[in-house]
């Protein structure tokens, strides 16, 4: 019997003492799988705050709620944060001796660079607030890069994360003296990824590389990409870019852009998402990307503007991504042939659009998207998630909601920046954490996760509780020990949903 159901076995008798009234299949001890809890959220919707409400919430999981799982005090890892006990790998993509993906017993992992076969779970922009609200804080609780870093690291490993960004518009590594401190903190190793940011750099710099500035909110911004300047640029900035990575064991690999406008909502705002009619009437200063649109037409047997098709919007939408993923991930893999290449942070309905997740699948080695507006992973949408990576997994590059009870300074948050939901409290908080990845965990094609983000933000006045620690640095401890209990349990909680894939239980 393998570890992981030996486990499950083991822990069922417990299991089934709990009280658990529901109209569920009855698995062991005649009790439903799961008691659901029921947890108010506000969704933030057309610039305001809805009621609250529980109904998408109503079936929300948590571990201890799973009446047929046991949680562990702990499983064996490597420092990573890996699993040894797996099968035989195989659809394997990365360099030896660094981070790769492959399948294992059907279900996606990374593979750490001493073998272990590891699901992520991190957060994002680990870095001190850049508000006067932060650098006092800052200043007071800590007044050094070297005490922040190492409690810092030291709560990342107590709460099991093992996956950071630094997050740098421009990238780059993380500093020399945090670096220590966050990545190898007490023992464990700390895998961390990076955004070069292609397209959007690009478009930064036009006016010092063309002589004039992007007109953005007028164009769709991947009109970029058909510039004749384009392709030299990304090489160009890949190639010093990745150079600042070269051996380094700790880092996973590029996202090449963030939330890029493939596709708008239902289609109606041609700068937000491609359009061919918008393209074809390009002015002549985004004349590659008109051209581009015109020869659509003509392979397509397009005899004007006005026979367009919705199937031809949808096909032109997907050439786009596609000659985008195709150019960055050229330049990208020519700079740096040891790390990965994790995708451009799908969102919005461009996540959804068969075509463009198909193209990023076709050249990265995972698909990111960004999960927002949603209580819990769609299972339509991840069924079609599955299909649509083939070969390759996916991670969710972003996901979180608010707490309404969270404060500066006696004060409460306003909440107001950002998209995620609002719920009332920080338990409430962990139990969304644990419904979003249990969910994740249950489709086996996801290798990880990273929540939106380690600190909360301020800004404009306001704060807003997006963080794992507030804007006065200090963890939300209820919010934590749900982060604790799921990653404690990640593994047998993986082997609890493989075997009921494979009826084994």
Known sequence: MKKSTFLLACCLAAACTDETPAEQPAG???KPEYSYSAVEYRKWQSSGFKPWTTADAAETRTVAGMNWFSPVDFHVETPWGGRLDYGA???????AGFFRVARADGRWYFLDPDGGAV???GTQHVTPGESDEHKAAFNSRFGSLEKWSAETGALLAAEGINYISWGAKRIEPFPAEVRENLLSPGGRKIAYGENLY???????DMRQNLGYAFEDGTYNRLV??????FEQYVTDLAREKCALFAGDRHFVGYYLDNELPFVAYENNDPVRGVELAHFLALPDRYRGAREFAGAFLRERGIASAEAITAADRTAFRTAVAERYYEVTTRAVRKADPEHLILGSRLHDWSKYTQGVVEACARYCDAVSVNYYARWQPEPDYMANLAAWCGER???VSEFYVKGDDATYRGKPYANLDGGGWLVRTQRDRGAFYENFCLRLLETRCCAGWMHFEYCDSYGGQTASNKGLVSVEYVPYTEFLGSLRLLHANLYALAGYYDDKVKGER
């Open 28 to 30: 062991p001890c005649d």
């Open 89 to 95: 790998p195989e659809a394997v993509r990365g360099a």
């Open 119 to 121: 699901i992520l779970r």
């Open 198 to 204: 292609l397209l959007r750099t690009f478009m930064w």
């Open 224 to 229: 970029l990409v058909f510039e004749p300047t």
């Open 393 to 395: 997994p996916f991670i």
